[in-house]
């Protein structure tokens, strides 16, 4: 029973809204980047420019398992002060900065914003009503389907009129002006947590990771049997090994290893793994193709403007915004399994129809708000698929593994586009680099072939075949703290 004092709903709704203005800053640090791009890579002079999202999904990616143990040690307000903080000096840097390395050291420290949701999440626990948690989590996903709706247009309207370096005086704006404005309102919450912080496990998988996008983006050029790739490969299997014996033997592992003996757990992440591969590489690709300007051989290419990209994608937001709350009602009705392979579907069906049609406007259009569908539908039956592979007290440490296998899956996705585009060069100019349409369409092959084999997955599992609620918890591998002494 919740022993909390009641206060009055405008309260608490007061709460809700100035939690969601610093968390959004999580979706401007990739939404209004994306669309951005191409003009960044011929200003910063570099091909490896997918490296701009990578960065922030590999940081995150780690760091977010922390998320929750690190709200619990240090309370809410206090974290969302440090990486709000984080968020702003990162902005600035990439602000002042014309050095591709320089701004990558800003997006790092922008990546620390991705932690704002778990330690909202967790803050909304500590001093919400039970009954007005599930409410305000809701408002939270609504605000990043708001971001991906606006965060392009604005993107649009401030790079076409000022230049990308002013997305991020932006982003440094927004961020200094939401926590003047949140944070002093927000009730402190004192420290709960007095257990240990996984920090070397987090630091081998930014590491790991880390070094085999490095041989899958750069060995290409330096040659796949080069020292410098053999190195890079080299140090992810040592980087992947040291995580692994880390982690068995921590106390209080980054990831509890153990739930992967499982089978249910498994094949859920699995599929989160392999179907999660075209949600990085529609933003990707897309603004390239829209921006690109007309050329010979180039049949893609539209020449259009930042916002104008914006408009043409915006079904994309549109559709996910209305999606996940439906797959939400259809996880309740019928089966998150159903709505998973529905989203899968729908992903692969927007990949094949970007392969094959890409010469008109309406085609773009169209692709991009049935990916919407499946992107919604992806999300929402993930949370679900997770809670039914795994037992009530596994279900927090479960569900940052899934955040963390997405996120290093967007962070793979995004280089595989890239090395890919890197073998189709068109031509290049002083404007950026113009890649062929034969590139692009291997990069949305690649991402339908990734959706279907995720489906034909996700029709074999056993679990989460029943409306949510009915599902009973399967059983996993112990973990540490159930293993006997």
């Known amino acids: 029973m919740d022993q909390r004092p009641e206060r009055g709903l405008g309260y608490y709704i007061l709460i809700i ?3 969601e203005l610093v968390v959004e800053t999580a979706t401007l640090s990739v939404s209004m980047v994306y669309p951005a791009l191409p003009l960044m890579a011929g200003a910063l002079h570099t091909t490896d ?3 701009i999202i990578t960065i922030v999904l590999l940081v995150s990616g780690a760091l977010f398992p922390l998320g929750g143990k690190l709200a619990d040690r240090f309370g809410e307000r206090r974290m969302l002060t440090v990486l709000v903080g984080g968020f702003a000096a990162g902005s600035l840097i990439c602000a002042l900065s014309d050095s591709f390395t320089l701004t990558l050291v800003g997006r790092a420290l922008q990546a620390g914003a991705i932690l704002l949701s778990p330690i909202a999440w967790a803050l909304f626990r500590s001093i919400l009503p039970s009954r007005l948690v599930p409410i305000a989590v809701s408002v939270v996903a609504t605000g990043f389907g708001v971001g991906i709706v606006a965060g392009p247009l604005l993107s649009g309207a401030l790079t076409d009129h000022f230049g990308y370096h002013s997305l991020f005086w932006f982003m440094f704006g927004y ?3 939401a926590a003047a404005v949140s944070i002093p309102l927000l009730p402190a919450t004192p420290p709960r947590f007095g257990g240990s912080l996984d920090l070397a ?4 998988l930014v590491v790991a990771i880390g070094a085999a996008l490095l041989a899958l983006s750069e060995g290409g050029i330096w040659g796949w049997t080069s020292a410098r790739t053999v190195g890079s490969a080299a140090c992810f299997v040592v980087a992947t090994a040291a995580f692994i014996a880390v982690e068995l033997r921590s106390r209080e592992p980054l990831m509890d290893l153990g739930l992967l003996r ?24 897309v603004p390239q193709m829209l921006e690109s300007p007309h050329a010979p051989g180039a049949t893609y290419a539209f020449g259009l403007s930042l916002v104008q990209v914006g408009l043409v994608t915006m079904p994309n937001g ?6 996940g709350p439906l797959g939400g009602w259809l996880s309740r009705r019928n089966s998150p399994r159903l709505v998973m392979l529905l989203g ?15 010469t008109h406007l309406y085609e773009y259009a169209l692709a991009s708000g049935v990916l919407g569908v ?7 039956a993930t949370s679900n698929l997770v809670m039914a592979a795994t037992p009530r007290s596994s279900v927090g440490v479960a569900s940052g593994m899934a955040f963390t296998a997405q996120g290093v899956t967007n962070a793979v996705s995004t280089t595989v586009a890239a090395t890919v585009l890197s073998h189709h060069v068109l031509s290049v100019s002083a404007g950026g680099v113009m890649f062929t349409e034969r590139g692009y369409e291997l990069g949305f092959w690649i991402a339908g072939a990734c959706s279907l084999a995720a489906a034909v997955v996700a029709f074999a599992m056993r679990h989460g075949r029943r409306p949510v609620g009915q599902d009973t918890a399967v059983e996993v591998g112990p973990t540490p703290a159930e293993q006997p002494a």
């Open 17 to 19: 809204f100035l939690v």
């Open 262 to 285: 499982g089978r249910a757990f498994s094949i859920t992440m699995l599929v989160v793994i392999v179907g999660g591969f075209p949600n990085a590489v529609f933003p990707f690709l």
């Open 318 to 323: 549109l559709a996910a915004m209305a999606a």
């Open 175 to 177: 961020a200094i002006l």
């Open 201 to 204: 496990g987090a630091a081998l």
């Open 49 to 51: 420019i997918a490296w």
């Open 344 to 358: 899968l579907l729908f992903t692969a069906l927007s990949m094949l129809l970007l392969a094959l049609f890409h």
């Open 374 to 380: 499946g992107f919604g539908f992806f999300f929402a």
